[in-house]
C-alpha cells in the first residue's frame, strides 16, 4: 500500500492544466533525497537522441510526456487497478545525457540505472531513444541475463551502421544479447514490419532463438493468442518490458522518428499491455517519442495512456 | 417533403469552398424570420465552453462545423436517405452565449430551445461543450422526462468539481436526472473508458438505472448487438441523441479537450448513427469540438458527417 | 535482374535524411537520357492539380513523396521481395504541366506516356490529381482498352462539372471508357463511399457494365474475397491499377482534397495491393496526395509505402 | 449615413466567434436582392487561384478572411473613421468561379462585376489570386482607363508563362494596360523585390509609364514621400487600389503563394493605406490570401485588418 | 545576494531540453514550504482564462512558459543583470484557479496573493487572462492604491461585457480604479490600437486621469521619450507592471487571444522593459499568452525572454 | 561566364513546383563527375546536428532549403547581379556524416572539403548544425589562417560543454582560432545577443582580439556604418563568411534551435550580405535552419533568399 505522500494530485484540486508537471502528478524525489528510500516505482526521464539514424527529436520526449502525463487520473477505467494506491511511485527526474558524446552518455545511465537498482527501485522509463534501453539494461541484469517482450515495428537487433557504429538505436538488443543482458530464449519481439535492406537481423534473431512475430501473424492469430506465447517465453523469471511507439500504427503515433504503416490501432496498444499480467516485471520503457512530430501532443497522450497501463501491470502482483 | 427554399446550394453551382458558409449550405432562417414557420429540422450553434474543466476551445466549434459542413452533398452514400428532400431544413444560427457567466448562459440556453420547440422545430446542436446539452433538455422536455442515447467516452454524471460547481461538462446528465428531464431507465451511455478518478459517476448511474456500456463490451459484441440493446432501451419514447466526438477514437478526432485513446474508429462512428433508425429522436446534439486542437479541421469534416448521418435518421420516418 | 546502376542508395552509407531526394533514392534518368534504354520501370511525377474542384494542393505532392521515399529500403517487410534486384527501376523525373492550362497540361501528359511506352518502360506515377489518369491511358492504351481495378472513395465517373466543363478529377474514367481507353467490363471500383449529390455515376457504371464495390461490401467481405473477384474481373488482359489515396481512411491519410471518412486502416490499404500478385499490370499510378493538408507528412509515408507495395507487384512476375 | 440595416453585430451582443460569418459581421445581401438598391459598398468574394503559377490556394481565401473579420470592430483606432456609419456596407457574396477553366472564370467575374457597376455598388474584393483584378477592371472600367495605386512585390506586367498562356496571376496588368482598362501614366506599383528571371516587366512598365517603386527606394524615402508622390501620379480621376498581401513581409503574411522576403512590416502595411486619403477610390481588392500556408490565421487577420483600413479611406470623403 | 539554493540548473549541467520544468529553472517552494521565508522575488503561474471574451486559452500559459523558460540561463547579454545572484528567485507554483466560476477564481486569486505578500515576496505573475490582474492588485494594493505602467494594445478600461458582466479581461483596470487599488493620475498605458466599438474606454481614462500613449506616438516619439513620461507618471512610488503580450505585434507574439497587428518588433518588446530601471517596482505580470494559438512556441519564447528583463529590472537596485 | 550547361531549370519552362530538387534548380555534380572541373563555385548540403547542444533538427535542413530554393529565380532584384551568368555553379550533394559519431562526421567533412578545395571549387555551404564550419575551415584553409565574417546572436566560441565535450556548435570558432584556421584580428562576430551563463567567450574573444559587435550596437550605428568596420577588419586576405541563421530575429525566422529574440529583420539579414560586396570570399556558409521547427518553411525561405545574395557577393568580383 501506498503513503499519502505518493498519492497524485487531483484534478479536483487543481486542474490538469495547471502546476508544475511531473509524470503523472506525482511527487519529484531524486536519487539524492532521502525518501527515495520509500519509493518502489521510480518514472524517470532518459532526454536523448544520440542514437537515432534519421529523423531526431525524442531527447525532447520526456518534457511532453510529463505534459500530457498530468491528463492521467488515478485509476484504470478498464481492469478496475489503482497504482498509485498499490505502490508509492514517484518522478525520480531525468537522467543527465551528454548530447554531444554518446559513450559518454550510455556511461552516464549505466551509472544511473545501477543506482537505481540498488535503491531498491523498480523503473519505468520514458524515453528517448531506444538506444536507452541498454544502458538501463546494464544497470538492471547485474545478476545475469533476464527476459524480455518488445513491442516494436523494428528489431533492434542490427550490427552496425554507417560503416561500424556499434551504438544506435537500431543495435541496443544485439549488443544485449552479446553482452549476456539479455537471454534470448526468453525473449519476442511483437509487431515487427516495414522494410528492410536484408534479413540480417532475422538471421541473428533465428540464430540465438529470439522469437519474432510479425505484424501479419499479429493480426491474424489475434491479441490473447500472440501474448499467451509472449507470456510463456517470458516465463516467470525476471524480464523486462520494452516498448517502442512505433509499435502503434502511425495514425495512432505519427510523433516518432521511424514510423511503418500498417500497425495496430490504439485499442490494441493498450490490450497488449493488458496482457501482461502475471509476468514479473523488473522494469519497463516507452520509448522513441518525438515531439517536433508531433505537435499536437496526440502521440504523447497515447504514449503515456501506456505507461499507465505498464505501471498497472508493473504493481499488479505485489 | 420539402420545398426548393430549403435545397442547400450544390457544388455544381458554387464550389463547396465558396460563399458564405452555413450549416450544409442550407439557408439561414433566425427564430426571428416569419419563415421559420416551415422549417422542420433546424440546425443551430451552440458556441460555448463555460463548463469546459480542462483544455478549451468548444466555443470555436460551430464556426469550424460550419465551415467544413460545406463539403457536404445531398444524399447519404450508405442508406440512400436524401434528407433535404425529406424535411425542411435550415440554419438557425448560433445561441449567443455569455462567455464571463455560466448561469446567464444556461439562461440564454434554455430561452432559446424553449423557442425553438414552441415553434415546432427539432434541432440537430453543434456544440459547444457538453454542459449545452442541459438547457437544450430543459428546453425539450417540459413535457416529462425523455430517454437519451448517448455516445461518448465518459458519463459526464458527476456531482461536482473544483470544490462544489455544480455545472460542468463533466456534470450535466446528472443534473438531467435531478431535474427529471431524464427518465435514467431510458437512457444509455455508450464507449465509455479511461482513467477515473473513482467510481462516483457509476455507481449513480447503477443507482439510477443507467445503463453503461463500456468500450470493452461495445468492441466484444459489436455494433449491431449494442445498438439493438440501445433501441430497446430507448424504445418507442420520446429520445434525445447526444453525441460527444470524444466517443472516438482522437487518431480520428483529435479535437477535442479530453480525448481518450482506444475507441471506435470513424467507420464504426458512422455505423452507430445508421443503426439509430426507428428510434423517435426529438432532437440530437454533437459536441466538444475543439477547433485550436485540431487545426487541420478532420474532427469537424468527421463531425459533420456524423451530423449528416444523424440528420438522415432524424428524417427517417417523418 | 537489375544492374548495379540502378541500385538506390543505402540508407547506411548515406543518412535517409541526406541527398538529392530522387523517388526511393533511385538514379534519376530522364527520356532523354541515353540510358532510358535500360530502363524497366520509371517512376515518374505528375505535379498538377487543375482538374481539382474542391481544394488543391497535389501539383506538390510528387515533391513531397519523392522526400519520403527516401525512408524506402530495399526489401518487403511482408512479402520478401526486392523490387530493385528484380527490375532496373528509375526516377524519371516530372511531367512539365501548364499550371494555368488544362487542355495543354492533358496533352503534354499524352505526350510523355506515349513516350514512355514506345521506350518500353511500364511507369507507376505519382500524382496530382486523378484527371492525369486519363492522358496516362491515352497513353499507355493505344493498343485498345484496358483494364481497371481502381482504389478510391469516389468513382470519377461524373459527366461534366460547373455548368459543363468535361475534364475534371471527378470524370476521368467516364471520358477514358467514352474514349474507349478502358473496356468497362474490366474495370472494377473499390473503397467507394460518402454523400452524393445523386446517382448519375452509378447509373453511368451499371450502363456499361463497370463493378462498383461500395466500402460497406468490402468491410463485410472482406479483402481475400473482394480482391479474388477483382483480380477475376481484370483477368489476364492488361491492367491499369489507380490507387486514389482518399481511398484510405482521413484518419491515416488527411492529406487530401477530397477525404471521405469511414475508410480502410493503413494495413488493409497495403494489404489490397499484395493481392494483385498474378495481374497483369501494364501501369499505377498513385494520386491525390496534397501536401498542404498534411504538413507532418504522414500520408506521403503512407502513399510511397503503397508506391512501393505496387512496384513488389509490378515486378512480381517478370 | 448609414441605415440601421446595414450596422454589423456587436460583439457584446453576440461574441465575436459566435454567428454564421460575413465580412465584418455585415448584412449578406446579393445582387438579386431588392435591398442591393441601399447597397453603398459592397464586399465581395473572388475565391479562385486558377491564374496561380505556383503554390495553390487562393481560393480559400474569401472563407479564411469572413472568418477573421468578424475580430474587427466599428471604428478605425487611429483615425476615428467608422465606416459603418458612414456608408451602407454589406457582404455580397462569393463569385462563383469555374475552378476548371479559367476563361469561363474570367467571364463570369466581368458579368458579375458589371452588374455590381450598374448597381452603383462600389466594391472591396477579397481575392482570390491576382488575376482577378483583370476582370474587375474589366467590369468597372467601362467608361475609359482608370489609375491604379498598387501594393506588390511583384509588377503582375509579364507578357505570359509556360509557353504562350497569356492569363495568369503574374499577367493581369498587362492585359490591362492593352486593353486599356488602366491608364499606364496614373499607374503606380510600389514595394517591388525578390529575384527575376529577366527585366521583361520593367522594360514593358517604363515604355508605357507605370512607375514603379522598388522596396530599396520605399524604405529609404519613407511612407509620407512615397505615397505623396502615389497620390500625384493617381491624381483626382477615379482610381483603383489593388493591395497584394504579398506587399507585406512574410513574417507577417506567410499565407500566400509566392512571397518574398524583405518587406514592410504590419504598422506600415496599414500607414499606407492611411495614406491613401483624398484619393478618388471606385473600387479596391485585397488579394492572394493562401489559407493552406497559413494556417494559425494571421495573414487573414492582418489582411482585414488592411481591409477595413481601405473601407474607411473608400468611405472618407463621401 | 543570492544563496546556492537558488541558483538555477545550468544547462551545462543537465540539458535545457531535460528535467522537470520550474520556471527558468528554479526551486519550486510553495508558500507552504518553510524556505518560503528565504525567497525574495517569487514566479507564480495564473493558469486561467475564465475572463476571456474572445479566444481561449491562457489556462494553458503557465505550463508553456516554464517550458521555454528552460531556455533562460544566468546573465542578461544587454546589461550585465545576473538576477538570480541579486536576489532569490523562486518558482512558487500555480495559484489554483476555477475554471467554472469566475468569482470562485477571483477570490481563491486574492488570498493567494495576500498570503505572498505578508510572506514578503514580491511576485512575478505568469498569466492567465488580463483578469487575474485585478485580484492581483487586490492582494498587493492593500496599504492604498499603486501607480501602473502597462503595455498592451487595450486598455482593459471597460465597464462591461454581454449586457452586465463586469469582470472580464476587458474590465480589471476600471474595477482596480473603482476600488482605489490603483490611483489613475500614475497609471500609463502604452501601445494601445486596434478597432474599437466606441470611445467609452478612452473617455473613462481621460476623466480620471489615466495617461494613453497610442501606437502613432508611440513610434513617432521613440521608446526612450515615452519611458521617460512613464517613468515620471509612475513617479516613485510603489508602482506595479502589467504587460499584455498582445503588445507586441502579432507576428513576434501570434499566440494571444485578441491580437492587434501594427505593434512593437521583439527588441522594442525588450527594450520597453530595460527602460523601467529605477522605477519602485512591487509586483509585475506577463499576460495573455496562449498556447493554443502558438503550436510553434515562439510567442512563449519572447514571453519568457521579456519575464527575464522584468526580473532584471525588478532585482535592478534592491 | 558560365556555360549552358550550368544554367538553372526555368519556372517558364517547369513550374517551380515541379522536379527533382537541387540547389537553385543547379546540375547535380558530385566530386566523382568528371565536369566538377568546370563548377566555379558547388553548393553542398552538411547534413547533421550532432554538434547540437539544444533542440535538434538541422541535419534535416539541406533537404528543405533544397526544396525551397527551387523559388530562386535568375537575377537579383535589387542588385542587379545575375550569379548563374557570372560563375559555372553546381549542386554538389549532400556531405555524408555519420549521425552516430561526432568525431568520424568531422573526419569525413574536413576529407571532403580538402577534395573540394583541390578541385578549385568554392562551396557555399547549407548546414547542418554550426560546428560545420569547423572541418570546412580545416579543409579550406590549409595555406595559413584566413579571416571570417560571421553573423550570429551567439559568439560560438566556448571551451566545452557538458563537462568536458570540446566539439559542438558553441565550440565551432573557439577551435578554429585555436588550431590556427582563423586569423583573430580578422574575425568580426555581428549580431551578438540573448542571455548567458557567463562572458567565458566574451573575455576570450577579446584576448585573442576577435572583435564582437552586439545587436545593441548594431541597431544603434546602422548596417552601413557596421559593415563597412566588418570590411576593414576582414580587409583584403581571404574571408570566410559564416551566416547562423538565428542572426535573424525568430519572428522572422522561427525554424532553429536556439532562437534569439530581438534580432534583425528580413530586409536587415539580406542588406549586410549586400554589403559583402568587395570582400575577398574564399567560402560561405548558411547554418542552423532546423525544419522541424519551421513546418511552413518561411526560414527556409528567407535562408534560400540570404543563400542567393551569398553567391551574388561571391561571383560579384570575378
Redesign the interface.
Known sequence: MSTSRFQPV?????????????FMRLP?ITLDDPDIADVQIGLV?A?W?????????P??G??QL??LST????????TGVRPFDAANCA?L??V???????M?SLDRFTTFYSRVRQAGVRTLTAGGDHLCSLPILRGLASDGPVGMIHFDSHTDLFHS???G?M??HGTPFRRAVEEELLDPQRVVQIG????????EDRDFAKSVGVRVI???EF?ERGIPDVMAEAREIAGSGPTYISYDIDFV????A?GTG??E???P???Q??QVVRELEGVNIIGADLVEVSP?????G?TA??AV?IM?ELLCVMVGRH
Do not use: K
Not at 544520440?50 to 527529436?57: C, K, L, S
Not at 500504427?249 to 495512432?252: E, I, K, Q, R, V
Not at 517536433?292 to 499536437?296: I, L, V, Y
Open positions: 487531483s484534478g479536483f484540486d487543481l486542474p490538469r492544466f495547471a502546476g508544475v508537471p511531473t519529484h526521464g532526454p537522441d544520440g542514437g537515432t539514424t534519421n529523423r531526431p527529436g531527447r525532447h520526456p518534457r510529463r505534459d491528463m492521467i487520473r488515478a485509476q484504470n477505467g478498464a518522478d527526474g531525468d543527465a545525457p551528454n548530447p554531444a558524446d554518446v559518454d551502421y554507417f560503416n557504429s551504438y544506435t515487427i514490419r516495414g522494410t528492410a535492406y536484408d534479413m510479425a505484424i501479419e493480426f500504427d502511425p495514425a495512432f505519427p521511424t514510423p504503416v500498417g500497425g490501432n490504439s485499442f496498444a493498450l517536433p512530430f508531433d505537435q499536437a496526440g497522450w497515447l495512456s499507465f
